[in-house]
């Protein structure tokens, strides 16, 4: 069953339209009629099985994977994969989202605040000394205050990532997409992560979290994705899907996922 | 006879710097034609660094230096010294950067590239940082052995150390000596470099171990 979040949660706008979004590997169809929209300021959380492809649609959200078809919206930018679109409608888009990925990807030559601060000079044009606050502050926000002068591989796994969300925070995105923030880390430092994450919710960010965290999934999130075989199958209140899931593929799924 | 092997250590030091600003300069466009996705651009950019490796520094030298006119001038000895050990050495660097590059994980592009960066921010701060890192000590082992192969300048004249060692040797018929010392100087030039390069490398990789 797939409930439109506009039908639930009326009266918010609609930050994230992606429509009819299509994409193969080769011979491979990953996704085929992919349609979701998120709405400002809510959580949406997005659970499958592996291969279902939901790296593939965060990826083509921001443009890392160039879809075969469909638009891709966010925050008004608009691009529609089988036009052509300029460098600028590019990093128009790109910058109105922010990225966390599983493996965190902090830069290793650089100092943590160099790491959140020197994006900010490139992408936003910001001088060295503001952006080196705003770095400082949103460390500060993720209890990394005295992070700041060391690299990147000297921190832990979960101040990494916190890291790495302070560094997509800093150019003020709109949306916020996460990729497995947690899976890669001992289930008591994503503990930390998790937190920063709903913290980062309750302040009211919009935010697609592909995860296997069936609990954060249920206790934050507003709207719950499920995908399978490069589709969606199931969408609407995340607490309604978890109790009486109407597609067998996502019954099959969470008996896996929640025996464990 | 120590005086005649110092004279020609500034030609040895120059013709190696210039070959190696030259092959270093000369590496770039291969570096971009091996990396590109284009077919054509690949393997044009193949062929030229196969053909310039393949080809014997002295043989490069000999054909720039008894071949090559430009308008009805020939090269000089040192002209064609440097560029024959900077095509060869255009091709290896192009491979050493090229090694380096590709070492840096695909992550570190993708992270860039979610951030909005332009290509420019993305090769100038994250991916050309990073594997300038991991490309010096193949760097500095080439520089070491440019130094040495500048010798082979004296087959065409150019006076360097090995040039000048040679010419104190048959005029005096006291070979060996001269040439032990020639050897010590190598030697005690190309120490230091390969300290400093490992120098440097242990402190950039003792902030980024993993
Ligand atoms: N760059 C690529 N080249 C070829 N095939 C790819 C590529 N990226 C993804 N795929 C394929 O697309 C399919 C979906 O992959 P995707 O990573 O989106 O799945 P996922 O739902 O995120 O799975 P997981 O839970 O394992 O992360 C898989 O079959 C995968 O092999
Ligand atoms: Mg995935």
Redesign the interface.
Known sequence: MIENPQDRLPGRREVVRVRNLAKSFGENTVLSDVNLTVLEGTVTAMIGPSGAGKSTVLRCM?L?ERPDSGTIEIDGHVIDAERRFS?REL?AL??S???V?Q?F?????MTVLRNVS??QQ??LGRSKGEADERAMALLTRMGLADKGEQ?P?RCSGGQQQRI?IA??LA?DPKVMLFDEPTSALDPEVGLEVLEVMKELAASGMTMIVVTHEMSFARSVSEDLIVMADGGIIEQGDPKRIMAEPSHPRTQEFLRAVLQR | MLLTVLAGIPLTISVTAVALVIGTIGSLPLLFGILSGNRLVWLIARGIIDLCRGIPIVVWMFILFYGVTIGGTKLSAFGAAVLGLGIVSAAYLAEIFRGAISSVAAGQYEAARALGMTPRAVWGDIVGPQAWRVAIPGYTTYGIGLLKDSSIASTIGVAEMVFRSNSYARTTGEGITVFLVAAAIYVIVSVPVGVLSRKADEKLSAVVAR
């Open positions: 921001n890392l460098n990093f790109r910058r989202a922010g990225m990925f493996h990807n902090l830069f290793p030559h020197l994006p490139r992408v690299y591989n790495a560094r997509a150019l």
